[in-house]
């Protein structure tokens, strides 16, 4: 690589890495998180008021009931009584709001269960955020790969942090390979988006970069070739917050070895971590 592709990536990596400080403060970024909670009875959620149920199986979001003077605003208009508020799962999904600073929105699970999650844009984690530490340009771990189409169908079992050791399985469109140092890999991505999502994990983590692993997310060319660059590499939203459900490394995107490039950890404003 010459001088000056390198010098190119640096700046171009300074960007990502500036507007990915930039999003995670955002009124619904990663650190305004404060709450997911699943809805299966009649009840409270902490943190907002009003009274949440679950629908009749087959409709997509909750029921909330709540008086006016809750100020609770669904869709535009004041809450004074029972409204359904609509899922993402829904062609045209409802948006909460609590106070000026609090929203939220309903999620849906694979299963057809359905959660609130509560933003605040001025969380706790948004005004003790400091930065994202990240490695240096590394242009060893910017490497060649191939992407192979895989059967329609195909899955494997991928892990969620709070899901107690259970597996959820995803669809898994094609196997990424490559060599590198003499090692072969195969590893498993799920789409997100146009995009395919990598998680990993490396000889770095939970040592100088987040226990959990690290995200990156790629793109195959049409002739199958595919970049992938563990300088953007990000931390997964649960880095952030909590309140997050991140999906863990499957057993083939576990890195044996040290992989010094991407990010690292949320720091506060004094330097210390925000999360182990």
Known sequence: MTTTTTTTAIEQLQTFHERRELSVVQPKGSLALVNTQWIDSEQTIWGVPGTWAPLPNGQSGLTLTAA?????????????GEVVVRGKDS????????SDTVSGFVIASEQGAYALRVWDADSEGIREFGSIDAFDYNPEWVVNATFTELPDGTTIGFEHLKDDGKTRELPIPGEITFHKDGVAYNLAAFRAGRALQLVFSDATSGVSTYSVGRFLFVAPNADGSITLDFNRAVLPPCAFSYAFNCPMPPKQNRFGVPIEAGEKQVLKTDGSLLHE
């Not at 605003?73 to 004074?80: A, I, K, M």
């Not at 062609?91 to 609590?98: G, H, L, R, T």
């Open 68 to 80: 006016a003077s809750e100020n609770i605003r669904v869709d535009g208009l004041l809450v004074d």
């Open 91 to 98: 062609d045209d999904p409802s948006e909460i709001v609590f």
